[in-house]
Structure formats: C-alpha cells, structure tokens
C-alpha cells in the first residue's frame, strides 16, 4: 500500500471514529490517543519513512504533516462536542438574559470614619485599647473626677442598670487602661456610647466616640496641638487650620475644644458652620492629676494629653449627611451610597 492510499483510508477511519463521537458513543480522548497518541496510527505512518525512496521524501513528509494538522484540528472540534444530556441543556439555556448580579454589601459610614481616624493615629504611635460599654459609676465617672453628685455629671445624661451604668465616653477606657498598665501609655480608645438625650436629627440615644490618651514624662499642650492639628490636616486636607477654645472637663486642667476651619466655605461663613467659619469637632485637655491619683500613676513624673471626638458629628461633616438617625436604621437605600 502506497503512503497515499494509507493516508486515504486512514482519513476515512478517522471519519467514522468522529461520528461515533458525535453520537456519544465514543470519546474524544480516546481517539486522540488511537491516532495523535505516542504509539498511534500517525505515528505509525511516520515510523515507514525510512523505507521511502530519499527523493519522495520531502513529500511524503508534508502529506503527513497536513495530516497531522487537520487530525489535531478535528479532535479540538471533537473535544468541545457536549457530552451526551448536556446538549439539550445548552440549548434550552438564553444567553442572553441578565447574569444574576451578586450583592456587594458596603462598609458603614461610621466605620469608615473610625478606620480613617484610627489609620491617622496610628501614625503617631498610638495603640488601640477596648473598655467595657457597661461599666461602674467608678471608671464611667469617679476615677475621672467626676465626684458623687457633682453638677458636670448632668453634663451626660447616663442610662442606669441596677447598679451599672452604660458608659457616656469612652473615657472609661482610660481608667481601665492605666489601672492594668505601667506608664508611658499611648492608647486610642474607639467605641460605642450611649446618652439619655432626646432623639432628633442632631442626637441619638447611642453614638461612637473616639478617645486618645498620651502619657508620658514630658507631654505637654504643645503636644497635644501640634498631634491635633496634624490629625484635622490628615483628616479634612492640609488647607484646614484649627483653633482651641478654653472649656471645661473634670478629667482635664485646662480643657479646649477644637474647632476646624469650615471645610464647607474655607472660612467665610455659611449656613453649616451657621456664618462662624468655624466647625467644633473635639474636646481635649492636659489630664488633671487627680485622675492620675486614682489609677496610681504620680502626678509629680508622668503628664498627659487627652483627647474625644463624636464619630457620627465627623461622619455627617464629612459625608454631608443631615440627620444623625440615618447611621442607626439601617437603611440600605442609605448605606448604599458609601
Ligand atoms: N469624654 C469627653 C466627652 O465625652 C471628651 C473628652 C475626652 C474631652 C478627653 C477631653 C478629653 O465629651
């Protein structure tokens, strides 16, 4: 049998053995093994060339070459035959009908924030610390100074269990902290807090506060503006400026709130920052040594700044939103667009 004819009728064989594919009665792999595999037919024909005449072959090798190439082509279209059951399926299926979409959920405004006003502060060496939401009267108040019914305790409207309290700051974190804690400390205290306040747009009855405490041998107020000013800069863009406004905390002497420049008009007044130029965003102050007194530290070596802010207050500045609820409903149509 001359190469032609074998390269003929191997074609032919070829052609059944992809009918029987086609109908599923046989496989695709198996056939690419019967004629491409190692040992296979092709292989075979190829093994003859010896006994060819040296001038017949350059084409003889070209035929076997192209009929190399059109098996390999044929067995790709013969693998991609659906296997028999899964036809119908395809051909039921639209492929033109919408995918169906996977929800994607967001994360909360007031955690973003947190996160942001954590990442700042983390920078500055600060470490973060957890207290308890439900505390005592002692670490919610006393040990911050806050003697048994002082007026600056009507400054919180507390919610009282029994004998506990739900924490109005997170200031509690301070005292826990530095009562398990040799100084120097370097804490940022995030969480939730809660206040018997009227529900309106501007309060809620639970908010997020987060508090910083610096203890060391020489901190000082410079300390706490240059940090605080660093933070507002990183927080709002560096062309905010700040200004501190004497106030008054039991757990700090002398005590300042912090106000950024308008981050809505730059300054000039307008009706957020009610034509102040000015928006409140901290309190803060020099830790005043009686409450160094009541967790043990000596007033006389160690000096501290502190520092508090309301998460939902920066939230709302920074996302523009107008009604404190909105973070507490849980409202997707909301949630959505962070
Ligand atoms: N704990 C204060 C508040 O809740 C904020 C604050 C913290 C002020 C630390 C000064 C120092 O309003």
């Known amino acids: 049998?001359?190469?032609?004819?074998?390269?003929?009728?191997?074609?032919?064989?070829?052609?059944?053995?992809?009918?029987?594919?086609?109908?599923?009665?046989?496989?695709?792999?198996?056939?690419?093994?019967?004629?491409?595999?190692?040992?296979?037919?092709?292989?075979?024909?190829?093994?003859?060339?010896?006994?060819?005449?040296?001038?017949?072959?350059?084409?003889?090798?070209?035929?076997?070459?192209?009929?190399?190439?059109?098996?390999?082509?044929?067995?790709?279209?013969?693998?991609?035959?659906?296997?028999?059951?899964?036809?119908?399926?395809?051909?039921?299926?639209?492929?033109?009908?919408?995918?169906?979409?996977?929800?994607?959920?967001?994360?909360?405004?007031?955690?973003?924030?947190?996160?942001?006003?954590?990442?700042?502060?983390?920078?500055?060496?600060?470490?973060?610390?957890?207290?308890?939401?439900?505390?005592?009267?002692?670490?919610?108040?006393?040990?911050?100074?806050?003697p048994p019914n002082h007026p600056a305790r009507d400054m919180q409207d507390t919610f009282y269990i029994g004998d506990s309290v739900l924490r109005t700051h997170t200031s509690n974190t301070q005292i826990h902290h530095m009562m398990e804690h040799d100084p120097p400390v370097k804490i940022l205290a995030p969480g939730r807090v809660y206040r018997h306040e009227d529900i309106s747009v501007r309060s809620y009855c639970l908010f997020h506060q987060v508090e910083g405490l610096f203890v060391d041998k020489a901190v000082t107020m410079a300390d706490l503006k240059g940090d605080l000013d660093y933070f507002a800069r990183s927080l709002f863009g560096e062309r905010v400026k700040t200004r501190f406004r004497p106030s008054y905390f039991p757990f700090t002497e002398p005590s300042a709130e912090m106000d950024v420049s308008c981050i809505f008009c730059g300054g000039k007044g307008c009706n957020i920052c009610k034509y102040a130029g000015w928006l409140e965003i901290l309190g803060c102050g020099m830790v005043d040594p009686e409450v160094f007194k009541s967790v043990h530290y000596d007033p006389t070596v160690w000096q501290g700044y502190a520092f508090g802010m309301g998460v939902e207050r920066i939230a709302m500045l920074k996302f523009g939103v107008e009604d404190i609820r909105l973070f507490f409903e849980g409202d997707v149509r909301f949630l959505r667009q962070f």
């Open 1 to 146: 049998m001359t190469l032609h004819s074998a390269i003929e009728t191997l074609r032919e064989q070829f052609g059944q053995d992809s009918r029987k594919v086609r109908a599923g009665e046989s496989d695709a792999e198996q056939i690419r093994v019967k004629y491409l595999g190692r040992k296979g037919l092709v292989a075979g024909l190829f093994s003859k060339m010896g006994s060819i005449p040296a001038t017949d072959r350059p084409a003889a090798g070209q035929a076997l070459n192209e009929l190399k190439t059109y098996l390999t082509g044929e067995l790709e279209k013969l693998s991609n035959v659906p296997a028999k059951g899964e036809e119908d399926k395809r051909e039921d299926m639209d492929y033109t009908l919408p995918g169906d979409p996977f929800p994607k959920g967001s994360i909360h405004p007031i955690t973003q924030i947190m996160e942001e006003i954590k990442d700042i502060f983390h920078h500055l060496g600060f470490s973060v610390a957890y207290g308890p939401e439900i505390d005592t009267d002692f670490y919610n108040f006393e040990a911050l100074n806050f």
